[in-house]
């Protein structure tokens, strides 16, 4: 068995869903040296998260924030923890909703996505900054 971690550092992107598969794929070439295995990819944040969705439409990815949005709204009176601005508490919520890290198969060389799932980074803050992510790979 063979493990490579790598950390990544991903570009401020703008409150929203962003797919981020290729930067992913092209920060560990090493996935091509691996007949079988899995990636795992974690973000070590608390107010933005990951996800595997539809990779072919756009309207996708502007769908889950508005919709996510009402799930999980701003300005709430019951939110204690206001004192980031009022898009960190519903920040931190959306971001346990949707999870900190998503687990994709390696088949010879490749991530073995469906034809239409990408990996999404979901930035939860207006102004959320540059973003860590670690990347493991394992498998033979």
Same mark, same amino acid.
């Given at each position: 068995?063979?493990?490579?971690?790598?950390?990544?550092?991903?570009?401020?992107y703008k409150r929203g869903f962003h797919i981020? @598969?290729? @930067?992913?794929?092209?920060? +560990?070439?090493?996935?091509?040296?691996?007949?079988?295995?899995?990636?795992? +990819?974690?973000?070590?944040h608390t107010s933005a998260s990951l996800t595997?969705?539809?990779?072919?439409?756009?309207?996708?990815? @502007?769908?889950?924030?508005?919709?996510?949005? +009402?799930? +999980?709204?701003?300005?709430?009176?019951?939110?204690?923890?206001?004192?980031?601005?009022?898009?960190?508490?519903?920040?931190?919520?959306?971001?346990?909703l949707m999870g900190a890290s998503v687990q994709?198969?390696?088949?010879?060389?490749?991530?073995?996505?469906?034809?239409?799932?990408?990996?999404?980074?979901?930035?939860?803050?207006?102004?959320?900054?540059?973003?860590?992510?670690?990347?493991?790979?394992?498998?033979?």
């Amino acid at each position: 068995m063979k493990i490579i971690q790598k950390e990544i550092t991903l570009p401020a992107y703008k409150r929203g869903f962003h797919i981020i @598969t290729e @930067t992913i794929i092209k920060a +560990v070439p090493e996935l091509k040296t691996f007949t079988v295995g899995q990636l795992q +990819v974690f973000i070590k944040h608390t107010s933005a998260s990951l996800t595997i969705n539809e990779n072919a439409d756009p309207s996708v990815r @502007t769908d889950f924030e508005s919709h996510i949005n +009402v799930m +999980v709204p701003e300005n709430q009176p019951y939110y204690v923890h206001t004192y980031e601005g009022s898009d960190d508490m519903p920040a931190h919520i959306k971001s346990s909703l949707m999870g900190a890290s998503v687990q994709i198969p390696i088949t010879n060389g490749r991530l073995n996505l469906g034809t239409w799932q990408g990996i999404y980074l979901c930035e939860h803050r207006d102004y959320g900054g540059a973003r860590t992510v670690v990347l493991t790979a394992f498998g033979a």
